[in-house]
Every structure is written in C-alpha cells, then in structure tokens.
RNA sequence: GGCGGCAUCGCCAAGUGGUAAGGCAACGGUCUGCAAAACCGUUAUUCUCCGGUUCAAAUCCGGAUGCCGCCUCCA
C-alpha cells in the first residue's frame, strides 16, 4: 500500500517516500502562546494528530516537532495589558495549550521546542543571510530581501509581481522592496531583546520555525505542516529565508489543513465567534469534536454548527454502544476470537482510504459499516458468533485508535456522562431510579397510560428509556443547553 | 485589484475518465404493551448552468452564475 499526500507545492498527491527508509521527519507549526486554544487550533491539532498517528500505524519511525512561538508582538501586548512578565504569558498559556491537547486526545509529539531557546541559532541565521546577501539592516532592523532569493512565491504559487499588483501591502520606506519581511526586529525600551551583532532586538516571525525544524529533524526533511492560512506569508518566508541560507531544499512535502467557520461564517475574534476548546468540552465528549472534524477531509473548510455537533454526538455514542454491546456477549466467557474476513476487508479498505491523503471521511464509513456488522452478530444472539464478534470488535477498536477514537471506557464514559447530565438539570440518580421503579410498578399493574408518562416526562428531562429484556435502561439523550 | 479554492439527495459528506460511498433526517418492516435501541429495506438515471473533448465525464477543457479563502495578525 502506498501513501499518497497532497502537496501544496505541486498542487498535486504525490507518491510519499521519505529521505530516510522507514522514517519520517515532521514538523507542524505550533501555536503563538498568548491565548486559550480555540476549536481552530483543535482542528489543527487533530487533522495532524490523525496524520502522525497513521504514519506510525504504517510502521513508520516518526519524528514530530511541533513548536512553541513564545516571543512576538501579540505576547508582548498582552503582558503589557495584563501587566504581567511576558515569559508568564507565555508559560500560562502553554499549559493551557497542554490541557486542551490531551483532553483532545493528541499525542504528544517528540520534540515540543521553544523559540526563546534558539535565539542564538535564530542569529547564526540572520548572519548567514547577511552574509550572503540575502540581508540588510536598516536602523537595527534587519530584512530579508525577496527579490534576492529566485524561489520565492513558489509555495503560495504568486510571483512577486502579483503581490506587487495586488498592492495591498503596506508600504514601508525602510524596505526596498515592499514584500521584504523583518527577520531581526530592534526593541524598544522595556520590550524583550536580545544581543545580537547587528543590534539589540529580538527575532522576528519565520525565523524561530525555520531553525527549530531544521535543527531537531536535519536539512531537508520530509512534512511541514500547518493551517492553510500560514501558507503566506509565514510558510512563504520560512522556506526563502531557510533556503536561501542554505542553498538546498527545505521541506520535501507540506501539507496544509482548511479552516473552521462557525455558522457558514469565518471564525474570528473581531467577529467575536470564536468558540474555546475549553468551552466545547464542557458540553461535550472531546471525542466529539474529532469524529466531526474528520469527517470531512481535512483539505476542506468546515462548518462547525450545532445540528453537525449533536449529529457527531449521536454517532460517536452509537460507536460506543456498538462496543458495549460486544464486550456484553463475552462476559465471563473465555473467548478464543476467531477470524471474520469481512473485518479484514473493511480493514483493507480503511487503509486504502487513509493511504489516498488521508481520506478520514471515507475510513470512517468503513468504521461504520464495521459496527453494523458487530450490532448484527449481537442482535443475532448466537453463541457461535462470539469469536467472530470478539475478532470484529478487535478490528473495530483498532481502526478506531488510529484515528483517536474510542479510547474511553463505554460503561465509565456512560456514568460521567449521567453524572454530568444530571447535575446540570438539578436531578441525582436516586431521582431517576425511583422514577423508573415507579414505572416498572405501573407497567407491571399494565397502566399503560401512566408509564407512557413517566416516560415522557423522564424524556422531557434528556433521559431515555430502553425497556430490554434485562429490564428497563436509561441514557442520556444529549438536549443542547 | 491580484492569486487560489469550492458548487454532489432535506442536511452533512466521499468520489478526479467507466456508469453516484457513508452519516443524519424521513418513511416501511422485524422486535416491543406501545416505544426506544439494534438490524433489514426504501429515498440523487443524476452531480449549479451552458457549450466542448471522448466509445464513455460529477470527474478533462472553455464560458456563465453563486459562495469562500489568501494577499494584514491568524490554525
């Protein structure tokens, strides 16, 4: 099987072959560490997460950097405005960013550096470029001159004249060209700097990707990932600086995921629509959010509204009670699972999808198709079946770990889950027991009427009942709040 | 103004030359006191429109319309 990624250099999927048999190299752009994550970056997170995963699924030995950008403009507005030291900020919100990161179920990468710890490399940078011309200082500042490096545009597929026509660039008279981006920039008083031979400052955007990437997987290396709106300037830049610097190529494939718009409409702090990931998982399983997100490939733009939500919710349990179901046939039975060739032909099918680019829309409805069969077998209540479903339900979670999915526990997510519920509408579960005892009364005396009641009512509250043959079960119907 | 992308069932969505996956919703059935859950079945001769290439097009080319992104910090 052979993975195909889609490379916005080319604009075209290309066969993958990394530099190094069986290893892959891999960057992702981190986050600017001076807000609360939100559902953008959990996109991000899990379109690359996802990616990481499946490389490491195909038996790949993967080398993941994803960065931290702690010093820049945005960091340094917000100490000020919450008068505070920047490095705080800066701390503060990468734990943050941790927090988010597991509760979404993202795998740490291998290496999580930091800019401020490479500004020395930062300046060995901005020198070479001096060095070779690529560079010039003015007043402490120091630029990178576009029209020095041949390539430039190539990512973004514009050439210089384009953006030069597109004249929306504001003109500074510093720079000699107008596309010229800062690589060094000088401080003022009581901002953060560093010592540099060509003037105190600090680095500027680009620079900090550049040397990270290169310094923890070598030069060149095989994934640079990221969100599509870095493609330019900051991707642009961070390939003309890094090659120019170093006269050979610097990235091999760089993949780029689509944006999260909320109500068909872009998510922006100046619209004020951006939603946390903190606040998200607050109503809902974390899981949620990934089943949604990759259910649409990871290229396309999204549109994250309420009735997509509830329907990920929906699914997502569903999932989980496929599994509940077949882990119930093996109860206290010692089960020898025997194999089941349809598992093995939508596993098959799972990986040619992944392989296509990471098509997660469509390994998903192989994921489904799996649970339909699991349900099947279950419903079909034949002793016979237990090993074909113990083998079923293997394939199915497996899949479903690749893609981060169904790493809870059924029956403890199933608890919180109630707990949660129940102490949002002011109700305990004593409530809800005594109620249901209270219906199996009436249904026992065969009043119809006044357990279609209680029923309702409890339905009117979230809580479903399943009348099974064990007895009568509840769950909870999520009721957006 | 420049560059790029998208348009597939009521909704979400896969599909880049070989005759329309999947999910949600809806409807019918099995099961049930009735439901629910689960399963089975039904639901796009058709892929925004117009033209072209081809034995063959949702898929390629040209045009039209509509939506979106980037060009400024942004995942």
């Keep these: 099987m052979a993975l195909k990624v889609y490379n916005t250099v080319s604009g075209k999927k290309e066969d993958f072959k990394p530099l190094e048999e069986g290893?892959?190299?891999?960057?992702?752009?981190?986050?600017?560490?001076?807000?609360?994550?939100?559902?953008?970056?959990?996109?991000?997170?899990?379109?690359?997460?996802?990616?990481?995963?499946?490389?490491?699924?195909?038996?790949?030995?993967?080398?993941?950097?994803?960065?931290?950008?702690?010093?820049?403009?945005?960091?340094?507005?917000?100490?000020?405005?919450?008068?505070?030291?920047?490095?705080?900020?800066?701390?503060?919100?990468?734990?943050?960013?941790?927090?988010?990161?597991?509760?979404?179920?993202?795998?740490?990468?291998?290496?999580?550096?930091?800019?401020?710890?490479?500004?020395?490399?930062?300046?060995?940078?901005?020198?070479?470029?001096?060095?070779?011309?690529?560079?010039?200082?003015?007043?402490?500042?120091?630029?990178?001159?576009?029209?020095?490096f041949r390539g430039y545009g190539q990512l973004s597929k514009r050439s210089l004249d384009d953006m030069m026509a597109g004249a929306r660039v504001e003109v500074d008279e510093k720079k000699k060209n107008p596309l010229d981006f800062a690589l060094w920039k000088s401080s003022k008083e009581g901002e953060?700097?560093?010592?540099?031979?060509?003037?105190?400052?600090?680095?500027?955007?680009?620079?900090?990707?550049?040397?990270?990437?290169?310094?923890?997987?070598?030069?060149?290396?095989?994934?640079?990932?990221?969100?599509?709106?870095?493609?330019?300037?900051?991707?642009?830049?961070?390939?003309?600086?890094?090659e120019a610097a170093t006269g050979i190529k610097f990235v091999n494939y760089w993949i780029h995921n689509g944006f999260v718009n909320i109500d068909r409409e872009k998510m922006s702090k100046s619209i004020g629509n951006t939603l946390l990931i903190k606040d998200f998982i607050k109503d809902y399983h974390p899981e949620v959010l990934r089943l949604f997100f990759l259910s649409t490939h990871y290229r396309s733009p999204i549109d994250y509204s309420e009735k997509s939500i509830e329907d990920a919710n929906n699914v997502l349990h569903r999932l989980y009670y496929t599994q509940e179901r077949a882990l119930e046939t093996q109860k206290g039975k010692t089960v020898n699972p025997a194999r089941y060739p349809e598992a093995d032909e939508l596993q098959n099918k799972f990986y040619e999808a992944m392989d296509d680019d990471f098509n997660t829309a469509l390994a998903l409805s192989y994921i489904f198709e799996l649970s339909k069969n699991i349900n099947k077998m279950v419903d079909d209540k034949d002793e016979g079946l237990i090993p074909l479903i113990a083998y079923a339900n293997a394939v199915f979670l497996s899949l479903s770990d690749t893609l981060g999915l169904l790493k809870d526990d059924p029956g403890a997510l199933e608890a919180r889950e109630k707990v949660h519920h129940l102490s949002r509408i002011g109700l305990d579960v004593s409530f809800v027991e005594n109620t249901i005892n209270e219906r199996i009364e009436a249904r026992k005396n065969k009043d119809y009427r006044k357990s279609d009641e209680i029923r309702a009512m409890l339905l009117e509250k979230g809580i479903l009942l399943l009348d099974t043959p064990k007895g009568t079960e509840w769950r909870i119907k999520h009721i957006v709040p």
């Design 23 to 148: 290893k892959v190299k891999f960057y992702v752009c981190g986050v600017t560490v001076y807000d609360h994550c939100h559902i953008g970056h959990a996109r991000s997170g899990i379109v690359f997460d996802t990616i990481y995963r499946y490389l490491k699924t195909k038996g790949y030995d993967v080398t993941f950097v994803k960065n931290f950008t702690d010093i820049d403009d945005k960091i340094i507005r917000k100490s000020l405005a919450e008068n505070i030291p920047w490095q705080e900020v800066g701390e503060k919100y990468i734990k943050s960013y941790y927090e988010d990161m597991d509760a979404l179920n993202i795998l740490r990468p291998t290496h999580a550096p930091r800019a401020t710890e490479h500004i020395g490399e930062m300046i060995e940078l901005v020198n070479t470029l001096l060095k070779k011309g690529h560079g010039y200082i003015v007043d402490g500042d120091v630029y990178f001159s576009v029209d020095s």
């Design 192 to 242: 953060p700097s560093w010592d540099a031979p060509f003037g105190n400052g600090r680095p500027g955007w680009h620079l900090e990707c550049s040397v990270m990437s290169t310094k923890y997987l070598g030069n060149p290396f095989d994934i640079h990932g990221g969100g599509k709106d870095l493609v330019f300037p900051h991707h642009e830049n961070e390939r003309a600086q890094t």
